[in-house]
């Protein structure tokens, strides 16, 4: 058995396999374009492409793809052979460098937001060289970023390299008034935890409601479901731990650092997560993920589900988005230093991401917003959906006593002052965690639990990486211009913790009372996807873009448009779904059932029981009940479906689908899962919550 350190990254034309494949010269040449981000010139990219096409063929690939990440939230993919015609009927295995570089998919079909017509199908997809090429299933891929003809972005990835690049020329402001010469770069990393559910096979192909939303739609709720804690980092079952090992060994070569796997709160949920890495790989690293997820699952005989609430009565499955910031040097801008500078540029730093996270509080809720992630948000599993920052104890009194000039630590303490020369050393990581926390500080790095699991990690970072970069220049604006920067940094960051206060908070965000205290702090509640929606072309949102050319205002309002219509479709189908459930299946058997109580109990009157057939009778009564409740709640629900054809626009649309549709899907579910409960197990038509949540062994 091959050791881990032999097989890791073997599927990856990386670093190493670079420098034995690549002349010096061309590996020198390559490394010098990638770092200073510029142009590959074509005769640079012919000697990059066929060394990749070598090392490729030798590992059993015949064809490429360029690989990207469209606005479906899933990866996409176009696959060609290397093979071209040669004379006597032959074929020569070739890939030029014109390749490499670009592609030309067809991108009719891609979601756009309006900004090209259906008939204007061309779109170009860009090598990503700061992303590593990697063989899966035998195709070479290739990661790239996704534009249209015109040159907007149609992907997730080209606004992330926008938004790190904007982030890395705001913060290297910063690091030289400090005095770090040697530092030439500045890198945002990211460690994406993905939660998921795992189960047997069997009983997702008798769920139409898992096939066709990926979450059911009805279920009354098992006698035992996650109260005991006791599957919550449990004993893995060997099932699953097979199932695990073949996913680390695939990932692995893929050069994916997983690092932990364990079983989460609900039964048949688990976790895993990776080592952080640059964020623009992270986002790449984690959609391979979840395919593999997926993939591997089935050759095991389960499904993974990646929804975020597949279950009603559990935890739903989120993704923790681990966010930091590091210079090229290797020092984490977000970690407590040794002496007064490093502690005074590290306040500077966190003092940005407090202004940041405060001024687009409504950006970050829209950044993982979708219906899915609605079922989850507020609930005893995940954030509530107001959005605040988790500091600690020992942090929030160190900026409370900057912001208030009082000691710190005590009368007998002397006043903080930010100047250098006065700055004491910093405890380190002394404080819990908070798991109800939106956005929690956990050493040396954020970590923001609002996304939900099927998420691409692409869309908070762009918000995050942007809103920072804003913060980064509107503090070397002003420091740069003073004359006494040490004064200048002191009442900076004092101004900057007077103003932004209200967004720390570390105390219970499950409290009821949290809501309240939130809204006399003047923090956003957005509860529904529709609610964040309404913000996100907000004046201050276009100029925070715009300015550091992120998106432009055309992206940005195409981008709304995506989502509002997403959110609808995704409604739409569920109800769709729940309509052929509950037509189909649920009101035929439950009519068929009735009918055999109806039987029993005359065959009993029959036969003159003393007792006479009170249970049938009762029940036959309760049931009729409640499948007349089921069927004027559904047709209900398909008036209204209708009535949504009426709305204007995309965001009047989503708003009478989260009003109307849902509550409308809602009220139906309540009903049907009270059936289930009544009804004989053998005649329900669908497998029950018990069987599927305990369906591993």
């Not at 954020?446 to 699991?453: A, K, T």
């Not at 103003?499 to 509860?527: M, P, Q, T, V």
């Not at 529904?528 to 205002?553: I, M, Q, R, W």
Request: with cysteine; charged share 25%; hydrophobic share 40%.
């Amino acid at each position: 058995m091959k050791k881990v350190s032999e097989y890791f990254g073997c599927n990856v034309f990386n670093d190493s396999v670079m420098k034995e494949r690549l002349s010096e010269d061309v590996y020198r040449q390559l490394q010098r374009t990638v770092k200073q981000g510029r142009h590959l010139d074509v005769g640079l990219a012919n000697s990059v492409a066929s060394a990749m096409k070598d090392w490729a063929i030798e590992k059993g690939a015949t064809h490429f793809t360029h690989w990207f990440q469209p606005m479906t939230g899933v990866t996409a993919e176009k696959h060609d052979s290397f093979v071209v015609p040669a004379e006597g009927g032959k074929v020569l295995m070739e890939f030029s460098g014109k390749e490499l570089i670009q592609g030309e998919p067809d991108a009719s079909s891609f979601p756009s937001g309006g900004l090209r017509a259906t008939f204007e199908a061309r779109g170009y997809t860009a090598w990503d060289a700061t992303s590593y090429a990697f063989i899966k299933d035998g195709v070479l891929c290739i990661p790239t970023a996704f534009c249209s003809y015109g040159g907007h972005a149609l992907d997730k990835k080209t606004p992330l390299l926008r938004s790190m690049e904007t982030l890395n020329r705001q913060a290297m402001r910063i690091v030289r008034l400090f005095g770090n010469e040697d530092v030439t770069s500045v890198n945002v990393t990211v460690g994406a935890e993905q939660e998921y559910f795992l189960i047997d096979q069997s009983v997702f192909d008798k769920r139409k409601d898992l096939i066709y939303t990926g979450r059911t739609l009805f279920g009354a709720r098992p006698p035992k479901g996650q109260e005991l804690g006791d599957h919550y980092f449990g004993a893995i079952k060997p099932r699953v731990q097979r199932f695990m090992t073949e996913l680390d060994e695939e990932l692995w070569k893929l050069g994916i650092l997983a690092k932990t796997e364990h079983n989460e709160a609900a039964p048949a949920q688990h976790e895993l997560a990776p080592v952080y890495t640059t964020t623009n790989i992270a986002a790449d690293h984690n959609q391979l993920t979840m395919e593999l997820m997926q993939k591997i699952a089935r050759k095991h005989g389960m499904v993974c589900l990646l929804h975020e609430k597949p279950f009603a009565g559990v935890n739903g499955s989120g993704k923790h988005n681990n966010w930091s910031i590091s210079t090229n040097t290797g020092v984490n801008l977000l970690n407590p230093g040794d002496t007064p500078a490093e502690n005074a540029q590290f306040l500077l730093f966190l003092c940005a991401v407090i202004k940041a996270v405060d001024d687009s509080q409504e950006l970050l809720r829209i950044s993982i917003a979708s219906a899915g992630n609605d079922h989850r948000l507020g609930a005893n599993e995940a954030p509530p959906a107001i959005v605040s920052i988790f500091l600690g104890e020992e942090l929030t009194e160190i900026l409370t006593a900057i912001k208030n000039d009082t000691p710190y630590g005590g009368k007998e303490k002397e006043l903080l002052k930010v100047g250098v020369h006065t700055l004491p050393r910093f405890p380190k990581d002394t404080t819990d965690r908070n798991r109800t926390s939106p956005f929690a500080f956990t050493g040396n790095k954020f970590e923001f639990r609002m996304l939900g699991s099927s998420d691409s990690i692409s869309e908070c970072n762009v918000v995050l990486n942007t809103a920072v970069a804003e913060s980064l220049r509107q503090f070397a604006d002003e420091l740069e211009a003073s004359d006494d920067r040490e004064k200048a940094l002191h009442d900076l960051i004092r101004r900057v913790v007077t103003d932004h206060s209200r967004i720390i908070f570390n105390g219970n965000g499950y409290d009821a009372a949290w809501r309240f205290e939130a809204e006399k702090r003047g923090l956003c509640n957005l509860k529904s996807t529709p609610d964040a929606l309404a913000h996100y072309l907000d004046e201050k949102n276009v100029a925070l873009f715009t300015s550091h050319k992120v998106y432009s205002e055309e992206e940005m309002r195409a981008r709304c448009e995506i989502m509002n219509e997403n959110y609808s479709k995704i409604i739409n189908i569920e109800a769709l779904a729940m309509l052929d459930m509950v037509n189909k299946d649920i009101l035929p058997a439950e009519s068929r059932y009735i009918h055999e109580l109806a039987d029993t109990a005359n065959a009993k009157a029959a036969l003159a029981f003393s007792v006479a057939c009170d249970y049938e009778t009762e029940l036959v009564k309760e049931l009729s009940s409640l499948e007349s409740a089921v069927y004027a709640k559904k047709k209900e629900l398909e008036s209204d479906m209708i009535a949504a054809n009426d709305c204007e626009d995309s965001a009047s649309l989503a708003r009478f689908s989260r009003d109307r549709i849902v509550a409308d899907m809602t009220q139906l579910r309540i009903l049907v899962d009270e059936l289930e409960m009544k009804t004989d197990a053998k005649c329900w038509p669908y497998p029950s919550y018990g069987s599927i949540l305990f369906s591993v062994k």
